[in-house]
């Protein structure tokens, strides 16, 4: 199969599983599809390349653990908060290797795939926090303002073409601070 596709299907596999059981049963029955689609698609992510990226992985501890607290608790509120949570640690995880480590974890995730300067990854480290917690008071704005449906929603096809567009305005800034191949 080819590895665009596999990376595809792992990326938005899950989430489309969780939509479809989300329309068919509800919130609380879409929950446990979701973990078991996500742990498949970081088994397969695995398989395929014998190693798992953080952030799919550091997502799928959380979404197994948030939303087993929705199940177990029966409270929606978990699972409401999970983005918000996920993003502020990912803002943490940032914040605290620029100040306390003086490293740059995106660069230690990225490194491979894009040569920049210091500064380069400097700017970027400083608009992908600022981006995190934007996305973090925005889920929380949406859930605690909104319907049900309106959130799912929102999660399922507002927050990943925010990340895409946001993503896309950062090209300027890889431009200017590239490192010649």
């Known amino acids: 199969m080819n590895k665009s596709l596999v990376k595809f299907i792992t990326d938005f596999g899950p989430l489309l599983i969780f939509f479809i059981f989300y329309k068919k049963y509800g919130m609380t029955e879409a929950i446990l599809p979701l973990i078991i689609a996500t742990t498949i698609s970081i088994s397969i992510i695995y398989l395929t390349e014998k190693k798992v990226p953080t952030m799919p992985l550091v997502s799928g501890i959380l979404l197994a653990a948030f939303g087993g607290l929705t199940l177990y608790f029966d409270d929606k509120t978990f699972f409401y908060m999970k983005p918000t949570i996920i993003n502020l640690l990912f803002a943490a995880i940032l914040l605290f290797g620029k100040i306390v480590l003086k490293v740059s974890f995106l660069k230690k995730v990225l490194g491979e795939s894009l040569k920049l300067t210091d500064l380069g990854w400097n700017i970027l480290t400083d608009r992908w926090i600022y981006f995190f917690i934007f996305i973090a008071l925005l889920?929380?704005?949406?859930?605690?303002?909104?319907?049900?449906?309106?959130?799912?929603?929102?999660?399922?096809?507002g927050m990943i073409p925010i990340t895409i567009i946001y993503t896309i305005f950062q090209v300027s800034v890889i431009n200017k601070h590239k490192i010649g191949d």
Not at 146 to 156: L, R
Request: proline share 0%; hydrophobic share 45%.
């Open 139 to 157: 889920n929380e704005f949406v859930w605690r303002t909104q319907s049900e449906e309106f959130w799912v929603q929102f999660k399922v096809f």
